[in-house]
């Protein structure tokens, strides 16, 4: 379970934050009055990233990213991306994960942890499967929590800790599957609080871009020690490929972003006819993914930036789209006109210039290419319609449908 002291301490963070970025848009709102008498910014250094103003709140808050003379001259979100902090936050996740994980469970505790990953591992893309999963965990989270404090901690990281290994097996391959995790996840944080920041600690411990931090290679350090530092899984007596962990990487970014959009759980109707959907606050909603774009857009972008952010932008657009209706698109823009170009270059960098011939960067500049593609349909999905709609993977049924079998004959399998 993660220190007090630690979980002390990003609360203070994540408070801080929020008030930064409250500032921020009291800020820009102030310059957005004024916006036509605008002067142009200050020279930014070569490659790196304009700030942005970005909001945390409820769903009535808003949140600006302007233009970029407005956008430039606010520094009140700077605390949001500062290196320092948001490396910070990486590596304490990682010692506590570590340290729970060097740490076996009481042997009495063991078949309660093997229930809980059970459970989770059972998840399907049905309403009826996650409420009936959901109720499960609970049940064992409650037991756990009766027994004390310590028991309940354990449980639930067993919990967060499969749940974030099921997002690794299973998104990237069936992005589909990250909406039913993510709705099983809000399931359980609405039931137990004390599940939110395992969560946390464990997708920022084993996927450093939902911090989101870039691991720098430390002085002196081998290739090998710096791609396990940033994640890269073992196969055989090396890494796997940079298209494989940029692909497991995007899987579990998409993963965060579907927890992020999740607003309504399933329950049961009381005649057992049907699913039910309920509104449900989330811990880890709107305000912590504006909150992560803000924190991406103000670092230089790196050679995987691209990827991420698309993979964050797709599942929960459509609810930031809703929730802040009048600056969603300006930030879209803002990256369209501001952050393209910087990734561009970071492309071209990534294949050792234009002149290369293409030989490098290919996974670079194929995100960067559907990455303007989704900016393009975005935008013009929103002036027709004011918000986005919910990506089709978002779509759950509430039963899972009986097996088909008109062409069985008696036995005659």
């Known amino acids: 379970p993660p220190r007090p002291a630690v979980a002390a301490a990003a609360a ?137 404090e310590q028991e309940l901690q354990i449980g639930c990281n067993a919990v967060a800790a499969k749940i974030f290994v099921q997002g690794g097996m299973l998104v990237e391959k069936s992005p589909a599957m990250a909406f039913a995790l993510a709705e099983l996840t809000l399931c359980l944080t609405h039931s137990e609080p004390a599940l939110v920041p395992h969560i946390l600690r464990h997708f920022r411990a084993g996927c450093c871009y939902t911090v989101p931090h870039y691991v720098r290679r430390p002085e002196g350090a081998s290739n090998e020690t710096w791609m396990a530092l940033m994640g890269y899984a073992p196969r055989g007596k090396g890494f796997e490929s940079k298209e494989q962990y940029y692909n497991r990487m995007a899987g579990l970014v998409t993963l965060y972003s579907a927890i992020c959009q999740a607003e309504y759980i399933p329950i049961l109707s009381d005649d057992g006819g049907r699913m039910e959907m309920h509104e449900a606050p989330n811990p880890l909603g709107a305000a912590n993914a504006w909150a992560w774009l803000a924190r991406l857009l103000n670092q230089r972008p790196q050679r995987i930036t691209a990827t991420i952010l698309l993979a964050f932008l797709k599942p929960s657009a459509h609810m930031l789209s809703r929730r802040y209706r009048r600056q969603f698109p300006k930030l879209l823009v803002f990256i369209k006109n501001e952050t393209l170009p910087l990734l561009a270059r970071v492309c071209d960098a990534a294949q050792g210039g234009a002149q290369n011939g293409g030989a490098q960067g290919a996974e670079e500049r194929a995100a960067l290419a559907v990455l303007g593609s989704w900016l393009d349909t975005a935008l013009r999905e929103i002036s027709v319609n004011g918000c986005l709609a919910p990506p089709e993977h978002a779509e759950i049924p509430d039963f899972k449908e009986p097996d088909d079998t008109s062409d069985a004959r008696g036995d005659d399998w």
């Open 12 to 148: 203070a963070r994540m408070h801080a934050d929020e008030q930064a970025l409250r500032d921020a848009v009291a800020a820009i709102s102030r310059l957005d009055a004024a916006s036509a008498a605008a002067q142009p910014a200050a020279t930014q250094p070569a490659g790196a990233a304009p700030d942005i103003a970005a909001a945390a709140g409820g769903g009535t808050s808003t949140a600006t990213a302007g233009n970029a003379s407005a956008t430039a001259a606010v520094t009140a979100s700077s605390n949001q991306t500062n290196v320092e902090i948001l490396r910070a936050e990486w590596e304490s996740s990682r010692a506590d994960t570590e340290a729970a994980e060097s740490t076996r469970p009481p042997a009495q505790l063991l078949a309660a942890t093997r229930r809980l990953a059970l459970l989770v591992g059972q998840t399907a893309r049905v309403h009826h499967t996650i409420w009936e999963k959901a109720s499960g965990i609970c049940e064992v989270l409650q037991a756990l929590k009766a027994d004390g």
